[in-house]
């Protein structure tokens, strides 16, 4: 294997091994197989590979680092909002499908899965699924686009980044800091900023 596919693997690993709103791991993606000229397919492939044991392994971290910033009650809080989407079953893989499609960050979805200690199995397979659809259709894209490489790249630092930026963070906010119990099993909405040890 060509050693830039590796720098594909280790630039969709780190863009989504973070615990915060980074840019998509498609963007890396997409630069490399431009400025390489690569197999599309094969960035793709080992793309998404790269992006999958990232979020794996935020997963297994996530808690230990909630652990050690969190109060336990709000540690306590994201696990029972874990306890109810597995109770959801298949309605619940259907968001995470779904979730993964859109252009929004997956951070949220991964750290939230961390803190209430999901087994990574339980998300990956559906998030397999949106990435690997919604990341070879903006590969695509972006080899369509190779002509406009500068325009590309310019867009990294638009508005609609910002954007996914602002949502990012307004969801692992709203994650920390809304409390899920009271919203879920006496339907009272709740903040609590108190989470910090």
């Given amino acids: 294997m060509e050693w830039q596919y590796v720098l594909v693997f280790l630039g969709a690993f780190l863009f989504d091994v973070v615990p915060f709103p980074f840019p998509p791991a498609f963007t890396v993606m997409v630069f490399l197989q431009i400025y390489f000229k690569l197999n599309i397919w094969l960035v793709i492939i080992i793309g998404v590979f790269g992006s999958i044991l990232g979020r794996y ?3 297994c971290y996530i808690p230990y680092l909630a652990g050690n ?30 979730y993964s499609l859109l252009p929004l960050p997956t951070t949220p979805l991964f750290v939230a899965a961390g803190m209430a200690k999901m087994r990574p199995i339980y998300i990956i397979p559906a998030f397999f699924i949106g990435k690997f659809t919604s990341d070879a259709l903006l590969v695509h894209l972006g080899k369509y686009g190779t002509e406009n490489t500068e325009k590309i790249l310019h867009s990294a ?16 906010s709203a994650l920390l800091f809304i409390d899920w119990r009271s919203l879920i099993q006496r339907k009272e909405f709740k903040l609590n900023f108190r989470i910090w040890k």
């Fill in 57 to 59: 392994v935020l997963t």
């Fill in 69 to 98: 910033l969190f109060m336990p009650d709000k540690n306590e809080d994201v696990q029972y909002l874990g306890k109810v989407l597995k109770q959801k079953g298949w309605k619940s893989q259907l968001v995470i499908v779904a």
């Fill in 157 to 172: 630092v638009s508005w609609q980044s910002f954007l996914s930026l602002a949502v990012g963070l307004l969801l692992i």
